[in-house]
Structure formats: structure tokens, C-alpha cells
């Protein structure tokens, strides 16, 4: 007799991946047009995406084929985003030291802006912030993570290209 442990994943967490797995669908052209580049059929790729279906989900090379076809990775962003991470795309050149200044510089632009937005609303005697203005500061804070997030993945690129046999 086997244990079964409670899943780690929520109800929440399956209802986004089976949103975005249709938003997937409409970004390939429908069920129909997405089938014609897979390995299965538009019935089944539709069952994937039904919040009714609750234990069928698509396997991961259909995933590939339709998030290649669209160009985007619409269900692997979500995956990674309940996981706690951010996709980064990879660059196809590797980066220069004036790519790598210029982000450094993007970074600083940002930071700047969500610091000098900060001290103009305390400086107004603000000590308690309204739900606007945490989300103004969230999107700003998301701006500079972002801008962190592409300049790291700049500095991997051409650290892998000084590497013996390594390319971008």
C-alpha cells in the first residue's frame, strides 16, 4: 500500500497552467491549427486546457512544439514563475563591454527612479502608502529586476564565450 502525500502544487497553481496552456492554443491559431504541428489531436490538446479535465495536463514535447511554433514561451513563463523563477531569454551575440555599460546605466536609471519616487512620497509626510502607490512601486521594482535579470544574462553570455570551446 503506498502513502499518498497532499501535492505541493495548489488548486490555483493548476488553473494557471490550464490558462495559459489556452492561451497557447489561441497563439498557435485554435486546437485544430495547433494539432497540425503535434503529435496529437485537437480534442485532446483542447482537454488540456479544460479546468473541467483536472488530471490531464499536455505533455512536455507538445509544450515545445506549440511554444516553438508561437515563438514564446507562454506556459513555461507561468511554470517558472510558480516556481520563483524569471525566464530570461538567452542572447544570440554575444555582448560587448558597451552593451554590459549601457545596462549598467539602465539599472541605475530605474533604481533611480523608484528612489527619487520613494523620497517625493515620504517627503510629503506619507507614512502609510495607498495600494496605487505600492503598485506604481511593484511595477518600478519589476522594471529594475528585470533590467538586473537581462544584464546577468549579458555577463553569462560573454563569460561563456571566453571559455575554451564555448559560444553564446
Known amino acids: 500500500m503506498r502513502l499518498k502525500l497532499d501535492r505541493p502544487g495548489t488548486e490555483e497553481d493548476r488553473a494557471k497552467l490550464k490558462t495559459a496552456f489556452r492561451r497557447?492554443?489561441?497563439?498557435?491559431?485554435g486546437d485544430e491549427s495547433a494539432a497540425s504541428?503535434?503529435?496529437?489531436?485537437?480534442?485532446?490538446?483542447?482537454?488540456?486546457?479544460?479546468?473541467?479535465?483536472?488530471?490531464?495536463?499536455?505533455?512536455?514535447?507538445?509544450?515545445?512544439?506549440l511554444e516553438r511554433d508561437v515563438g514564446e514561451p507562454v506556459v513555461l513563463a507561468v511554470y517558472a514563475d510558480l516556481l520563483g523563477y524569471q525566464l530570461v531569454p538567452k542572447k544570440s551575440v554575444a555582448a560587448d563591454a558597451q552593451?554590459?555599460?549601457?545596462?549598467?546605466?539602465?539599472?541605475?536609471?530605474?533604481?533611480?527612479?523608484?528612489?527619487?519616487?520613494?523620497?517625493a512620497t515620504f517627503a510629503k509626510g506619507v507614512q502609510?502608502?495607498?495600494?496605487?502607490?505600492?503598485?506604481?512601486?511593484?511595477?518600478e521594482a519589476e522594471r529594475v529586476r528585470n533590467e538586473v535579470g537581462e544584464?546577468?544574462?549579458?555577463?553569462?553570455?560573454?563569460?561563456?564565450?571566453?571559455?575554451?570551446?564555448?559560444?553564446?
Open 24 to 29: 497557447l492554443l489561441k497563439a498557435a491559431g
Open 37 to 65: 504541428i503535434t503529435r496529437c489531436g485537437h480534442q485532446r490538446l483542447n482537454k488540456y486546457g479544460l479546468a473541467t479535465e483536472q488530471d490531464t495536463y499536455s505533455p512536455i514535447d507538445i509544450l515545445l512544439d
Open 99 to 119: 552593451a554590459l555599460g549601457q545596462h549598467l546605466g539602465d539599472i541605475a536609471e530605474s533604481v533611480g527612479e523608484l528612489m527619487a519616487d520613494l523620497g
Open 128 to 139: 502609510n502608502l495607498t495600494e496605487k502607490q505600492l503598485d506604481d512601486l511593484d511595477r
Open 151 to 168: 544584464f546577468e544574462a549579458d555577463v553569462e553570455t560573454e563569460r561563456a564565450t571566453r571559455r575554451p570551446g564555448g559560444s553564446a
